[in-house]
């Protein structure tokens, strides 16, 4: 019998997959015996991370529909299927008071965050999906969930992920099994300015003493994408060391929000 998790001769294809929890996932999916079409916007780290899995691999940008398109005609016409899609490329810009953001940027981050898994899954679901069934999963983010300093343009794009989540879940049932994980504070590059110079202060407010790490979030992707989720669709996965309930602890604040309050757009990568 195929282990439950197994991926064993699934497709799959990872968006910003070639540092933090998209290589992390990428490896995971790899792992499990899935092979992964990755892209990022970085050629080189594009071609480097497609040899060290031994998959395949796509320079661009989601923000471009015609690289989405490339991308899900490259992945079938390499593995021959394409069973399981990862959105987790994203942006975390623009910074700052909504007052202050300029509706150009906004619209890019909707391109980024929102538009491009939406036009992925269209493309996976037209290619394979419809026919033979399969699974996607989005990566939204814990703060989806409440509002937080600076954070406005980003905490939006995320909601309405979470909320596309839940809807096409119930549109492509039964074929395709739609699902998020939403992580808390990750160590990567795009939360660095969060965490580097505060980890101690953060780490001691996290219910599980630590903050996460990509492999916390890819072990959860994973297992949404394998059979042994077959009965789990339009469900949000917070993957967040306990984030949400650190109030029943009452000496632990919010070291994450004083970060993100205390840092400027200039503090990012
Ligand atoms: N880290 C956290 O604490 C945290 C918490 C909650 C949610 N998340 C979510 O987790 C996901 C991954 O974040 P991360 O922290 O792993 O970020 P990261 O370390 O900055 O990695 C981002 C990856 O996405 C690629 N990328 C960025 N923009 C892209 C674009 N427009 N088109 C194609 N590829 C793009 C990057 O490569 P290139 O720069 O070469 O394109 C890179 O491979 C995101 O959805 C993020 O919102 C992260």
């Given at each position: 019998?195929?282990p439950?998790?197994?991926?064993?001769?699934?497709?799959?294809?990872?968006?910003?997959?070639?540092?933090?929890?998209?290589?992390?996932?990428?490896?995971?999916?790899?792992?499990?015996?899935?092979r992964?079409?990755?892209?990022?916007?970085?050629?080189?780290?594009?071609?480097?991370?497609?040899?060290?899995?031994?998959?395949?691999?796509?320079?661009?940008?989601?923000?471009?529909?015609?690289?989405?398109?490339?991308?899900?005609?490259?992945?079938?016409?390499?593995?021959?299927?394409?069973?399981?899609?990862?959105?987790?490329?994203?942006?975390?810009?623009?910074?700052?008071?909504?007052?202050?953001?300029?509706?150009?940027?906004?619209?890019?981050?909707?391109?980024?965050?929102?538009?491009?898994?939406?036009?992925?899954t269209?493309?996976a679901?037209?290619a394979?999906?419809?026919d033979?069934?399969?699974?996607?999963?989005?990566?939204?983010?814990e703060?989806?969930?409440?509002?937080?300093?600076?954070?406005?343009?980003?905490?939006?794009?995320?909601?309405?992920?979470?909320?596309?989540?839940?809807?096409?879940?119930?549109?492509?049932?039964?074929?395709?099994?739609?699902?998020s994980?939403?992580?808390?504070?990750?160590?990567?590059?795009?939360?660095?300015?969060?965490?580097?110079?505060?980890?101690?202060?953060?780490t001691?407010?996290?219910?599980?003493g630590?903050?996460?790490?990509?492999?916390?979030?890819?072990?959860?992707?994973?297992?949404?994408?394998?059979?042994?989720?077959?009965?789990?669709?339009?469900?949000?996965?917070?993957?967040?060391?306990?984030?949400?309930?650190?109030?029943?602890?009452?000496?632990?604040?919010?070291?994450?929000?004083?970060?993100?309050?205390?840092?400027?757009?200039?503090?990012?990568?």
């Amino acid at each position: 019998m195929t282990p439950p998790y197994g991926l064993k001769g699934r497709a799959a294809i990872v968006t910003g997959a070639t540092r933090g929890i998209g290589l992390a996932v990428a490896r995971a999916l790899t792992e499990a015996g899935a092979r992964v079409c990755v892209t990022a916007r970085n050629a080189q780290e594009v071609e480097r991370t497609a040899a060290a899995l031994g998959g395949s691999g796509l320079p661009g940008d989601v923000s471009d529909p015609a690289h989405l398109h490339a991308l899900t005609d490259l992945c079938v016409a390499e593995f021959g299927r394409l069973d399981i899609v990862v959105n987790n490329a994203a942006t975390n810009r623009p910074y700052g008071p909504l007052m202050t953001v300029d509706p150009l940027d906004w619209r890019t981050a909707f391109t980024v965050n929102v538009e491009a898994p939406l036009r992925l899954t269209q493309h996976a679901w037209r290619a394979w999906m419809r026919d033979h069934g399969g699974a996607v999963v989005n990566i939204c983010t814990e703060g989806a969930d409440h509002v937080g300093p600076n954070t406005g343009t980003y905490g939006t794009t995320k909601s309405a992920l979470l909320h596309l989540t839940r809807q096409l879940a119930g549109e492509l049932a039964p074929k395709v099994r739609v699902n998020s994980v939403s992580p808390g504070l990750i160590r990567t590059e795009m939360a660095r300015f969060v965490w580097q110079h505060a980890e101690q202060q953060i780490t001691d407010t996290m219910p599980l003493g630590r903050i996460g790490d990509p492999e916390d979030i890819a072990r959860a992707v994973a297992w949404l994408a394998s059979d042994a989720a077959q009965w789990v669709t339009g469900a949000d996965l917070v993957v967040d060391g306990g984030t949400r309930v650190r109030a029943a602890q009452s000496a632990r604040g919010s070291a994450v929000q004083a970060a993100l309050r205390s840092r400027t757009p200039g503090d990012l990568p």
